[in-house]
């Protein structure tokens, strides 16, 4: 169990309170640049940051079945293709293989983390994978339908796994989606939209601190294995996160994978010691 005070610091920087629920696409991204990085569509169910339970305004937010005739799942559906559609965060099947909202300064250190370099795709990535790719970095803009026409890649479920593996990897995009005629999504590279952040080389010990401090200060305290259950990351990875945030004053270790915000400890015990 968090303390009350820590949930009170997550329904600010979540926005699960009414009174700073995300309403809008400009809040949406004011949102993703305050937590860094967050969920798209998850509820209260899953640990982390989401767009949908900020758009709920509520700690308790679970995504109903039926969520055409739900107008917050509308809502919050409606806002995430418009921030896609903006181009201003990056957005894609990152995180477990789940829709996730980054802010731009995130980028290098996602990329670090889960991107992938040229020298790997022919090792790691599979034939399907690979041959979208090519036609991705020739064509630059395409639509789902063309894109399985030009791969030939006729099975549904192998097209689709192989864009997956791609947005795992960074590798491509989805920057528009389309009702009508029919439901399609237009896809292209990152460097299309995001050339300078992609270009910075970072350590990946360096990322993994950075992913850890962006989560802490949306958290404000973390649990063991909390920030390994939200990325996905392996829990010694997290953790060496996590200890570079201790190593430079940032966070205070309470115990075994447990961590807090200097700040938020530090005010603590001042209140202490006022009693």
């Not at 329904?11 to 009174?19: A, G, L, S």
């Not at 991705?136 to 192989?162: C, V």
């Not at 590798?171 to 590279?189: D, G, N, Q």
Request: with cysteine; proline share 5%.
């Amino acid at each position: 169990m968090l303390p009350e005070e820590i949930e009170v610091h997550r329904d600010r920087m979540w926005r699960r309170d009414p009174e700073n629920r995300v309403e809008d696409v400009y809040a949406a991204e004011r949102f993703i640049e305050d937590v860094g990085f967050c969920e798209a569509l998850t509820d209260s169910r899953r640990p982390g940051p989401s767009l949908y339970v900020a758009v709920c305004g509520r700690r308790d937010a679970h995504m109903p079945r039926n969520v055409q005739k739900d107008p917050e799942s509308r809502l919050a559906w409606t806002i995430k293709d418009e921030v896609m559609r903006r181009g201003k965060c990056f957005y894609g099947k990152i995180l477990r293989g789940r829709s996730t909202f980054v802010a731009p300064r995130l980028i290098p250190f996602f990329n670090a983390l889960w991107g992938m370099p040229r020298k790997m795709e022919k090792q790691a990535l599979s034939d399907d994978a690979q041959v979208i790719l090519k036609i991705m970095r020739s064509e630059w803009e395409m639509a789902t339908r063309d894109l399985r026409k030009e791969s030939g890649i006729a099975e549904r479920a192998r097209f689709d796994k192989a864009m997956t593996q791609l947005q795992k990897a960074l590798k491509i995009i989805p920057t528009e989606v389309l009702y009508e005629p029919t439901f399609t999504y237009i896809w292209s590279i990152p460097e299309a939209r995001f050339p300078e952040q992609l270009k910075q080389n970072v350590d990946r010990e360096e990322a993994l601190k950075e992913v850890a401090r962006s989560y802490l200060v949306g958290a404000g305290m973390t649990l063991r294995g909390e920030l390994a259950r939200v990325t996905g990351l392996r829990s010694p990875e997290a953790g060496l996160g996590n200890w570079g945030l201790v190593d430079e004053g940032f966070a205070q270790r309470l115990g075994p994978g447990v961590y807090i915000l200097t700040s938020i400890e530090s005010h603590k015990k001042a209140q202490k010691a006022q009693i």
